[in-house]
T-cell receptor, first 115, second 112 residues
Framework: GAVVSQHPSRVICKSGTSVKIECRSL??????MFWYRQFPKQSLMLMAT?????????EQGVEKDKFLINHASLTLSTLTVTSAHPEDSSFYIC???????????FGSGTQLSVL | KNQVEQSPQSLIILEGKNCTLQ??????????LRWYKQDTGRGPVSLTI?????NTKSNGRYTATLDADTKQSSLHITASQLSDSASYIC???????????FGTGTRLLVSP
């Protein structure tokens, strides 16, 4: 089946630093990828839709200058948490649809801890 | 407002027993309904996808049902195993959109 690889799986950083998370579709091309955020014991919350070659679409309440998304190729989308603060600590997950396939494949997630 | 509600919020069962998880949705227009299994600290993994015309679908020990009239779905797990301990998330897709509406999940713990 299709594979979505997310890296890193865990990152700890100091407050004020920026963190980049990568999401790769390993065996299919994805013109659209999705970024989610998940707090403990809560469900996934869509943050933004990443579109290859164009600007990402952010959900209401998500700061686009805080969460920078780049989708420069059909197999890679990145999420950069800029000037991270402790309240940004969360589990971040990406996902993508293979073309003409209804299944949505998720990355393994990135646990971000901001000290 | 598009919503997906799941029950129970959490569940503990003994290994080998069966269980059923519930999902009620108010998403419209409805495209399909998915069940995902999410292990702690991992991304969700698809179990089943059901369209409007399907009322049951199985994947091994997992059987999902869908009643599009009452807008209810269930996930039945047979002969539970310790590895079934996870969160189970019901997700509904809106017709014409790639966005999904996520339920809050049911946390299942299978106890030896």
């Amino acid at each position: 089946g299709a594979v979505v690889s997310q890296h890193p799986s865990r990152v700890i950083c100091k407050s004020g630093t920026s963190v980049k998370i990568e999401c790769r579709s390993l065996d299919f091309q994805a013109t659209t990828m999705f970024w989610y955020r998940q707090f403990p014991k809560q469900s996934l919350m869509l943050m933004a839709t990443s579109n290859e070659g164009s600007k990402a679409t952010y959900e209401q309440g998500v700061e686009k200058d805080k969460f920078l998304i780049n989708h420069a190729s059909l197999t890679l989308s990145t999420l950069t948490v800029t000037s991270a603060h402790p309240e940004d600590s969360s589990f971040y997950i990406c996902s993508a649809y293979p073309s003409h396939n209804e299944k949505l494949f998720f990355g393994s997630g990135t646990q971000l801890s901001v000290l | 407002k598009n919503q997906v509600e799941q029950s129970p919020q959490s569940l503990i069962i003994l290994e080998g027993k069966n269980c059923t998880l519930q999902c009620n949705y108010t998403v419209s227009p409805f495209s399909n309904l998915r069940w995902y299994k999410q292990d702690t600290g991992r991304g969700p993994v698809s179990l089943t996808i059901m369209t409007f015309s399907e009322n049951t679908k199985s994947n091994g020990r997992y059987t999902a049902t869908l009643d599009a009239d009452t807008k209810q779905s269930s996930l039945h797990i047979t002969a539970s195993q310790l590895s079934d301990s996870a969160s189970y998330i019901c997700v509904v897709r809106v017709t014409g959109f790639q966005k999904l509406v996520f339920g809050t999940g049911t946390r299942l713990l299978v106890s030896p």
